[in-house]
């Protein structure tokens, strides 16, 4: 029987998701506009470094019960550098016309950082590891290309309609096919999907319009608190377990 | 017990890239680093203009509206010109 959780419970998972995710999106929107040198820029770099894993421990201290073991902080380093990296990915091609090169540079460093990660600590052989990384990648870099073209609407908005399109198709093929070739599971893509597409809009309103908070104020404050009542009221969907499963590698 | 060692070095080598990127990009081509013109340095510059050009300081005030005679002798030509028909 499946346990169907209270209010209470969907908020703390919801607070718990995210203070996860935006610690890393704040890292990786860090990174991509480390050339801006400006000290809001360092504090959500700190932010985000103290957020993510203080959101974790909370996490299996508080909801999972699991002890603190070196396993945890073994795949809570995986985890964040494949995150971190795939962020530095997908901000580089959102950003490229701005500085290209730069952008270039990464696109090209982010890749190698998480497909090194991704092939180090791997546990499948190692094609289905490789197709694993690129469904994984795929996934997550169209949920960004949708949400950070939102975020750069305001000053771009024809350029950043292709990458929509393009997420729109990208994330729910790499779940079908991650489901199915990966996984082997049953494809439960309507509801899920669109749970997680809404949470994720939602977490980079607010995390995107946070990040370019000093760069657009007016836009970025509509950001932010359309962005956590579009994620709560999506979170308040997710009847049985945890929202962090959504995009659980 | 090796793989974190690997990973810091590659993060390592990005970050030296990403350092080594930013020198790059504030510096020129040649590696001279990128400096604006003092007010002094332009304005030497200006008044050599005239000696590189050959041109005498007078010369430049002169009304450069008024046609030389040869002008005016090719200005007559075209003005009593025929225009061809068909």
């Known amino acids: 029987?499946?346990?169907?959780?209270?209010?209470?419970?969907?908020?703390?998972?919801?607070?718990?998701y995210i203070a996860t995710f935006s610690g890393i999106n704040f890292i990786a929107g860090s990174v991509v506009h480390?050339?801006?040198?400006?000290l809001y820029n360092y504090i959500l770099l700190f932010v985000g470094s103290v957020l993510t894993p203080s959101a974790l421990l909370i996490r299996e201290l508080m909801l999972n019960k699991n002890p603190i073991n070196r396993d945890f902080w073994g795949s809570f380093g995986i985890n964040l550098v494949l995150?971190?990296?795939a962020g530095c990915i997908t901000g580089g091609i959102i950003h490229l016309g701005e500085n290209s090169l730069f952008s270039w540079y990464l696109v090209i460093s982010g890749f190698i950082m998480s497909f090194a990660t991704a092939m180090l600590y791997k546990t499948k052989p190692f094609l289905p590891a490789v197709l694993d990384y690129i469904l994984w990648i795929a996934m997550f870099s169209g949920m960004s290309f949708i949400s950070g073209s939102v975020v750069h609407a305001a000053n771009d908005w024809f350029n950043n309609f292709l990458l929509i399109a393009f997420g729109a198709i990208l994330t729910p093929a790499a779940i079908l096919l991650r489901n199915k070739l990966i996984l082997g599971k049953q494809t439960a893509l309507g509801k899920n999907f669109l749970i997680l597409l809404v949470l994720s809009l939602g977490v980079s309103?607010?995390?995107?319009?946070?990040?370019?908070?000093?760069?657009?104020?007016?836009?970025?404050t509509i950001l932010i608190v359309g962005g956590f009542i579009l994620s709560y009221l999506a979170a308040l969907h997710k009847n049985d377990g945890s929202l962090a499963e959504l995009r659980s590698r | 017990m090796y793989k974190p060692f690997i990973l810091t070095g590659i993060l390592g080598l990005i970050i030296y890239g990403g350092v080594w990127f930013n020198v790059f990009e504030n510096t020129h081509a040649d590696g001279h680093e990128h400096a604006a013109p003092t007010h002094e340095a332009v304005e030497k510059n200006n008044t050599n203009e005239s000696s590189v050009l050959n041109i005498e300081p007078?010369?430049?005030?002169?009304?450069?509206?008024?046609?030389?005679?040869?002008?005016?002798?090719?200005?007559k030509h075209v003005d009593t010109a025929k225009p061809h028909g068909h």
């Open chain 1, 34 to 38: 480390a050339l801006d040198y400006s």
């Open chain 1, 83 to 85: 995150s971190i990296s």
């Open chain 2, 58 to 75: 007078s010369e430049l005030n002169k009304d450069i509206t008024t046609p030389t005679k040869s002008e005016q002798k090719e200005e």
């Open chain 1, 1 to 16: 029987m499946i346990h169907k959780r209270s209010l209470k419970e969907k908020t703390i998972d919801y607070l718990l």
């Open chain 1, 205 to 220: 309103g607010v995390t995107g319009g946070i990040i370019h908070f000093t760069k657009n104020m007016s836009y970025a």
